[in-house]
């Protein structure tokens, strides 16, 4: 596939946009969220570029969606001062109220969002090339999560009205919010990811400073005026900027409580060094990841090609989750790849509104000079691209590379490519990928393709020690959201799942007496005459 087919073939002019998914001219956003109110930024912007391009007669141009806030440290700092004001030690209106009416809160917002789905599922397209149908996915995705967590809460809540009677204690045990949370979500799931540590921090009683990803930015501005409606100021405070003018003042502070984060893990560990006390900040990170996709000798072929290049390449492999990596079995090479190379080439690439498209265009900059360094690199190495159009590009696009044999020497065989590059490495014995998996630096999830169960049962216990997920003849993924997600090394910190993110952003508290009449008189009239938001039976239905 030549540069100017995929040119010609990938991006559009101008007049074959559907009108329905034009935009409605630039978009400079300058507002942002402080203390209650939605202000606006008087001082530097930076330009907001779309990865899709319209190809004119003079060549390719890359569409400027319009600007976002290049906040500094001093905006930040104010929106550090109003969350920590609104906290107030705990004692504030937000960590003081009722999980009942904290649920009312939320369920508000939510309300609100949706009213925003059309407006935010246009910006995921042009902001990060998502195509529609998956958009549209993430946003009814976020919309769950969010009921799912005040439904979980409500258990939780339910579980906590009773006391606890030991050894002649009388106690109340209830989960109490933290403090203040400093949140940065990624921008493969600007939406989805973020608010699955935002909600849970906020629903929790917690008061929140988030800055939204470099990428997926503008999509933030229909929901401002929802977070401005449904919280009381102070709240939930939204920040713009670059990281390294915004983020260190706040972490330098010792103000943070919790960091929740997802990105890279040295950004993470350079950043939780800037925390003075750093036993007194809890982290909640999901971080890089390198999940290999291991075929077995006896394995459903059709099932692991499938399941594979769905692993591989959904949103053109742009996600924590995805196989960036095969090991395939010689007696299976040939054919696996084959089979792999044939379906990747029926792939439609295409732009993110059309109708069933599954390549992209790419949204980070300089991304397909990376990845086809990345090739080069494996090539030089002994690898062949193994598909005819693998690994052209133009523009912002950059086409599948399926590369086989892949050197333990090169490049990406341990880096994180996040891109649509897939190696593929054969082995002659499952020692070989054992010790791979062994010796690396992440441990998020793998998939095992076999249908051996004593040679499956072995690497499941060889490898539940190095991963937080082992996929058994499936893709791996996060969902569902009620399961955990985690990772092993250097791949996350906490886990998150819908219950287990309520649990992370709060701590178990204790008001305990001896199991006496005193003890119990005097919990029973502090319950009757509600003088406490903690000691309480109520039950949320």
Known sequence: MSDQLVQNSIFPSEDKIPTAYKLNGSMDQRSYLLNGEILQWHGDV?????????????????????????????????????????????????????????????????QNMRSKRAEVVKLLMWEIGKPLIDSEKEFDRTCDYIVDTIHALKDLDRNSSR??????????????????????????????????????????????????????????????????????KGVINIIYGRGRDTIPCLMSSGKIDVFAFIGTNKAA??????????????AVLGLDAKNPGIILPDVDLDNAVNECIAGALSFNGQRCTALKIIFVHVSQQN???????????????????????????????????????????????????????????????????????????????????????????????????????????????????????????????????????????????????LFPFNGRKDSAEGTLSVSDALRVFSIRSVVATKHCDNGKNLIRDIIRDRDSAFLSTDFIF
């Open 335 to 481: 054919a696996f790849i084959d089979k792999f190379v044939s379906t990747i080439e029926k792939l439609t690439p295409g732009m993110p509104w059309s109708n069933l498209v599954q390549l992209t265009p790419l949204p980070e900059p300089g991304k397909t000079t990376y990845l086809n360094a990345l090739v080069e690199d494996a090539v030089s190495h002994g690898a062949t691209i193994m598909n005819q159009s693998g690994g052209q590009h133009s523009g912002t696009y950059f086409h599948p590379a399926v590369l086989s044999p892949v050197s333990p020497d090169s490049r990406i065989y341990k880096e994180e490519q996040f891109g649509p590059v897939i190696p593929i490495v054969p082995y002659t014995d499952i020692s070989e990928v054992t010790q791979y998996v062994l010796d690396s630096e992440f441990g998020q999830q793998l998939s095992i393709f076999g249908n051996n169960p004593s040679e499956v049962a072995k690497l499941i216990d060889t490898f539940s020690h190095q991963v937080g997920r082992i996929n058994l003849n499936c893709q791996c993924q996060r969902g569902p959201d």
């Open 46 to 110: 930076t330009p907001i570029q779309s990865p899709v391009c319209i190809s004119t007669d003079s060549g390719l141009e890359q569409v400027t969606l319009g600007s976002s806030p290049l906040m500094d440290s001093e905006a930040a700092l104010k929106a550090l001062d109003a969350a920590t004001v609104a906290y107030s030690q705990g004692c504030g209106n937000w960590p003081s109220m009722t999980v009942a009416d904290r649920i009312q809160h939320i369920e508000l917002f939510l």
């Open 163 to 232: 006391f606890e009677i030991e050894q002649g204690t009388l106690a109340q045990i209830r989960r109490l919010s933290l403090g203040v949370v400093l949140c940065m979500g990624p921008y493969n799931y600007p939406l989805n990811e973020t608010f699955t540590t935002l909600i849970p921090a906020l629903i929790m009683g917690n008061t929140v400073i988030f800055k939204p990803a470099k990428f997926g930015v503008l999509l933030m501005t229909p929901l401002l005026e929802a977070f401005q409606k449904s919280f009381p």
């Open 269 to 282: 560990s350079a950043l939780k060094k800037m925390h003075p006390k750093p036993h007194r900040l809890r």
